[in-house]
T-cell receptor, first 116, second 112 residues
C-alpha cells in the first residue's frame, strides 16, 4: 500500500519570505499523481497544485511550485513571497493512475504559520 | 454553485445514538468518498464508491455503513455512535484522471 510522509508537523515563515514543505511517498507504481491541498481555518480543502509522475517538468501555480524527484520519491512544495493568507494546514496526497484505483492517500499534514 | 454539498455542518450526538451524514454532488462524477480527519492523523478513508451501485471499505471502516443512493448521493451512517468517532468528516467526489478531488465543506461531529 502507498504511504505519504510529511516530516514537518509545523513550519513558520516571515511574510514575503520563501518556505518549503517536505513530502515523501512510498509506492511501487510508475504512474501516479501527486497533489498538495491547503486547509485554512475555514476547514475547506483547496487544491493548490498537482503533478503527474510521467511529467519531468515541475508544476507551478503562481507563487506555488513543486520540486518533484521521482527517483527519490520526494514531492516538496515551495511557497514564494509568503502571504498571511497562506497560513493553513497543507496536505500532500498520492493517487494511483491505475484504473479503478482513484483513492487519495494523504500525509498527516504540515501546519504553516506566516508571521507578519 | 456546482460542487459537493454535505449536511449537517455540525452535530453533537450522545453515545449510542445513530445518525446519517448526507452528501450530494452535481458534477456527474462517478466516484465518491468519505474521509475522517483527526488531529495529527491527516485524512483517512472510511468508505468509497467507485461507481453507482458499488461501495468498498477504506482504511477505517469499522463502525460505519454507507449507501450510494444514486450517482449524485453518497451517505455515511453511524449506527451506534462512540466517542472515538468524534471527528471532522469530509465527503468528496472525483472523475477519472489527475484532477484530484472536489471536497465538501465538512461535518464536525462530536460524540459525548
Amino acid at each position: 500500500a502507498q504511504t505519504v510522509t510529511q516530516s514537518q508537523p509545523e513550519m513558520s515563515v516571515q511574510e514575503a519570505e520563501t518556505v518549503t514543505l517536505s513530502c515523501t511517498y512510498d509506492t511501487s507504481e510508475s504512474d501516479y499523481y501527486l497533489f498538495w491541498y491547503k486547509q485554512p481555518p475555514s476547514r475547506q480543502m483547496i487544491l493548490v497544485i498537482r503533478q503527474e509522475a510521467y511529467k519531468q517538468q515541475n508544476a507551478t501555480e503562481n507563487r506555488f511550485s513543486v520540486n518533484f524527484q521521482k527517483a527519490a520519491k520526494s514531492f516538496s512544495l515551495k511557497i514564494s513571497d509568503s502571504q498571511l493568507g497562506d497560513a493553513a494546514m497543507y496536505f500532500c496526497a498520492y493517487r494511483s493512475a491505475e484504473g479503478g484505483s482513484e483513492k487519495l492517500v494523504f500525509g498527516k499534514g504540515t501546519k504553516l504559520t506566516v508571521n507578519p | 454553485n456546482a460542487g459537493v454539498t454535505q449536511t449537517p455542518k455540525f452535530q453533537v450526538l450522545k453515545t449510542g445514538q445513530s445518525m446519517t451524514l448526507q452528501c450530494a454532488q452535481d458534477m456527474n462524477h462517478n466516484s465518491m468518498y468519505w474521509y475522517r480527519q483527526d488531529p495529527g492523523m491527516g485524512l483517512r478513508l472510511i468508505y468509497y464508491s467507485a461507481s453507482e451501485g458499488t461501495t468498498d471499505k477504506g482504511e477505517v471502516p469499522n463502525g460505519y455503513n454507507v449507501s450510494r443512493l444514486n450517482k449524485r448521493e453518497f451517505s455515511l451512517r453511524l449506527e451506534s455512535a462512540a466517542p472515538s468517532q468524534t471527528s471532522v468528516y469530509f465527503c468528496a467526489s472525483s472523475e477519472q484522471g489527475w484532477r484530484g478531488y472536489t471536497f465538501g465543506s465538512g461535518t464536525r461531529l462530536t460524540v459525548v
